[in-house]
């Protein structure tokens, strides 16, 4: 395990609890230190809070959604620096573009393997 | 079945014949003998009209028979037992025949002019109302007010009625739809000789006609017309019912029923002009029957206008209840098409959320980084993973052919691709499975090779065409994929030493949910959608796609893409079409 990635936060906000604790559990393998959200307004409040290094988001989110709270976070410029992750179900190419053109570092879509997704969450850190 | 006019012909042309005998010979016997034979002819021929032409309606023709008939006995006794009482029993013969042509004229137009015959009989009583005046004026009062014992003067004058009777039946049947009929026409010109031959009787007086004189023309010819009448075989016609006949706006028409109209004034002003007789009672009477036919007649027309306003309404009411269904059904099919939006939205999200359970879940149970796993333990979980997989795979078909049944069709974005890469690709990207299952793989084409191509679908064509390859081909085997260049661009063939495909199903397996027998009797997994949407695709980038049996066993699927896309295709750039 990689000691290195201890102090490196991580957020993930998705309103599926199972989806959730999936994300979760597989980073926390990695070593990340991992804050959870529930829907948008908690995910952009705990951003706030402790400024994470990656944030992965599902867009369909109650409250704001994913795309909502990353142009939050690319307007904010204490939160600017933060990579993002699109977690989506949609799969449709048009989320994908808008998710990008949001300004989003990386996306991946549902069903996704946690193994490429530690993966791409890696990739992000290493940035 | 319409019989030729040869026996009709034949008796019109021994008419004409013995009627020009008939005035070459002296007056006597035998000029009598012909005149009677004529009549007694008349007799006959209409008979075997009847017999030839086998008319619906028999009736209106015996009639014409019997008047035929009453007539020839008016001849015998006028020639063979002349009396000199007036009226002659040859009289009372020949005025019978006048009732009895009327009613065979009357049951015709009845029979002939279909629904129209209310009509054609006003405007028929309007012409012989008009020419009962003139009959009355110009040869009847004077007859009648003339000199002569009463019973002379009573059958001198009783001639003209009987024309009347029969200008009346003829005239209806002028207006009726059969007028049209070479029989109509003679049985017009015998009305008509007959008419002229009696109008002349009576207008030149009884006194001055005299046996063999001009006046038996009429009489005759009158004879053998109506004989050749019954024997032309369009006598049929007349007598058929034609429900559908339109009744004709001729100008004839128009002007006779004009002229009719006219009679009274024209009577009125001509008698008072000769400073003559001028019967202002007849006159009257005769305007006042106008007048009521022709308001009968326009009652008739402004009812049947009614109607047809009516009708037109009802027309145009249900065409608006129509165009309201269609506006309704067509909001019906936008609900359906919404529904099925939805629906494929709902698969999109409802059922991918918890296979990314499934599969994340399992693919976390199977790292070891906690917890070891029991290898028992461990293929269960591999069977999850690879079913999971499966029904991902499955989803995502049922998703794509979805978007394709509601009509959108299917979007590509097109770019300059190598093909010989994105195969390349598409086979390293299949690697893992087909050493899983023992299969070699091949890849053989050089590249760079361009086409115009969506490279996301393009991919997805290679991985279907390749994992079907995966799936018929049981190890040992073979899958090969080759690109090559073509003169309009390139090919792409996909080769398995596989099951192969029964020679009927060739033609079968790019239907949707199409499965081979073969691979079902095989429990070879699959839907029956891969190839549906491999065509779809290629479809997509207006290239073909087709399959072939392998020389020595399996199969050969060859795709032929153009290397750009026609402007219509798919939703091509407009800078990338060269």
Not at chain 2, 214 to 227: Q, T
Request: some cysteine.
């Amino acid at each position: 395990m990689n000691d290195a990635s201890n102090d490196v936060r991580v957020l993930v906000a998705d309103d599926d609890e199972d989806i959730l604790l999936l994300v979760s559990t597989r980073l926390r393998r990695d070593g990340f230190e991992i804050i959870e959200a529930r829907d948008g307004d908690e995910a952009l409040a705990l951003l706030r809070e402790h400024v994470p290094t990656v944030a992965v988001l599902d867009i369909g989110m109650p409250g704001l959604d994913g795309l909502e709270v990353l142009e939050a976070i690319r307007e904010s410029a204490e939160l600017a620096g933060i990579r993002v992750l699109l977690l989506t179900a949609k799969a449709q190419e048009q989320d994908v573009r808008r998710g990008y053109a949001a300004g989003a570092d990386a996306y991946m879509k549902k069903p996704f393997s946690p193994a490429a997704l530690s993966q791409a969450v890696r990739e992000l850190i290493a940035l | 079945m319409q019989r030729g006019f040869g026996p009709g012909a034949v008796f019109l042309a021994g008419g004409v014949l013995l009627i020009a005998i008939y005035f070459a010979l002296p007056t006597g016997t035998s000029a009598d003998l012909i005149y009677a034979f004529l009549g007694l002819a008349s007799v006959l021929a209409i008979l075997a009209g009847i017999r030839l032409n086998r008319p619906d309606a028999v009736l209106p023709w015996m009639l014409f028979a019997l008047g035929g008939a009453a007539s020839f006995a008016g001849d015998v006794f006028f020639h063979y037992r002349a009396s000199a009482t007036t009226p002659s029993i040859g009289d009372g013969f020949y005025l019978a025949a006048y009732p009895l042509y009327a009613a065979a004229l009357l049951v015709l137009l009845f029979r002939a002019g279909g629904h129209h015959r209310f009509a054609a009989l006003a405007e028929a009583g309007i012409a012989t109302f008009a020419f009962a005046l003139f009959q009355w004026v110009a040869l009847m009062h004077p007859v009648l007010s003339g000199s002569g014992s009463p019973g002379t003067r009573a059958v001198a004058a009783a001639y003209p009625v009987g024309d009347l009777v029969l200008l009346a039946g003829c005239a209806g049947l002028f207006v009726s739809p059969a007028w049209r009929k070479p029989s109509f026409w003679l049985l017009v010109g015998a009305v008509v000789s007959l008419l002229g031959a009696d109008e002349s009787y009576t207008g030149l007086g009884t006194a001055t006609y005299h046996v063999g004189g001009p006046v038996d023309l009429g009489w005759l010819v009158s004879y053998v017309l109506f004989g050749a009448a019954a024997l032309h075989p369009s006598m049929r016609d007349l007598s058929q019912p034609r429900r559908s006949a339109k009744l004709r706006v001729s100008s004839w028409r128009i002007a006779v029923l004009a002229a009719a109209i006219l009679a009274p004034s024209t009577v009125l002003l001509v008698q008072w002009f000769r400073n003559a007789y001028t019967g202002v009672p007849a006159v009257f009477t005769a305007t006042l029957a106008i007048s009521i036919l022709v308001v009968w007649r326009l009652t008739g027309i402004m009812r049947a206008l009614e109607r047809l306003r009516i009708r037109e309404r009802d027309a145009r009411t249900d065409a608006v209840r129509a165009r309201e269904r269609l506006a309704a059904q067509n909001e019906r099919l936008r609900e359906a098409d919404r529904l099925k939006d939805e629906f494929v939205a709902l698969i999109s999200h409802d059922l991918r959320t918890p296979l990314t359970s499934i599969i994340g879940y399992t693919e976390l149970a199977l790292e070891e980084d906690e917890t070891p796993l029991g290898e028992e333990r461990r293929g269960y979980l591999e069977v999850v993973s690879r079913s999971s997989e499966r029904l991902l795979h499955l989803v995502d078909d049922l998703l794509f052919v979805a978007r394709l049944e509601a009509g959108t069709g299917l979007e590509i974005k097109p770019m300059e691709l190598d093909l010989a890469l994105l195969g390349a690709q598409a086979v390293d990207d299949i690697r893992p499975r087909a050493e899983l299952r023992g299969l070699e793989l091949h890849f053989d084409g050089d590249g760079p090779l361009m086409v115009e191509a969506d490279r996301g679908r393009l991919f997805q064509l290679l991985d279907n065409l390749l994992a079907n390859a995966l799936k018929f081909t049981p190890a040992p085997g073979t899958i090969e994929l080759r690109v090559s260049p073509t003169p309009t661009g390139a090919a792409l063939e996909v080769s398995d030493t596989g099951i192969g495909l029964p020679p009927g199903d060739a033609d079968r397996v790019f239907e949707r949910f199409f499965r081979s027998p073969q691979a079902v009797d095989a429990h070879i997994p699959g839907t029956g959608l891969g190839l549906f949407i491999a065509r779809a695709i290629v479809d997509a980038h207006a290239g073909r796609i087709s399959v072939a049996r392998r020389p020595g066993g399996g199969t050969t699927f060859r795709i032929e893409l153009p290397a750009h896309l026609p402007a219509a295709a798919g939703h091509a750039d407009p800078e990338l079409v060269a």
